[in-house]
């Protein structure tokens, strides 16, 4: 059920995801919270967010890249980390957007190397987004991913582009 709840929810967000029309980044913010909300449905999932968000148009080009970065977070909770518990946590600091999802799973040793694109296609989109991320992880742990985006970046296209993986 794990996978036809995912498959759903990436199909739902490709289809929004290509969609050229104008979207604000107070309703991103709310198809991230959506998004985890139907992938996590078997684990204890709670979110919170600033009151409010600046009423920012979003590119295409940052919708695209923050939704496959957050698919590819929610997805490693759900499929990988065997948590019971995960928070999501989206507020504004200064002029960065932050995201913070955290997990009580079973966590992994970020220091290996790993046979999948995951990680390293979450680092490049946020790269090229102008962002930073933090990934704190110990086997037994759990993991936490901090996310910092300048909101100079959401409205406006990369000046360097990568081929992401997806």
Not at 49 to 76: C, G, Q
Not at 111 to 120: D, F, H, V
Request: proline residues 3%.
């Amino acid at each position: 059920s794990l996978m036809a709840r995912e498959a759903c929810a990436s199909l739902r967000e490709a289809v929004w995801v290509i969609d050229q029309s104008t979207i604000r980044l107070p309703d991103l913010i709310q198809k991230l919270v959506d998004r985890a909300e139907r992938v996590l449905r078997d684990v204890e999932f709670t979110a919170e967010t600033a009151a409010e968000f600046p009423d920012l148009k979003v590119s295409w080009y940052f919708k695209r890249h923050l939704i496959m970065f957050f698919a590819e977070a929610v997805n490693n909770c759900a499929r990988h980390a065997h948590a019971t518990n995960v928070h999501l946590v989206v507020t504004m600091e200064r002029r960065f957007l932050v995201v913070t999802l955290s997990d009580n799973g079973c966590g992994f040793d970020p220091s290996k190397s790993s046979a999948g694109w995951g990680l390293s296609s979450m680092k490049k989109r946020v790269q090229e987004f102008g962002g930073e991320m933090v990934l704190k992880s110990q086997c037994g742990e759990g993991t936490v991913i901090d996310l910092r985006i300048p909101l100079d970046s959401v409205s406006s296209d990369p000046k360097k582009a990568y081929k992401t993986s997806n």
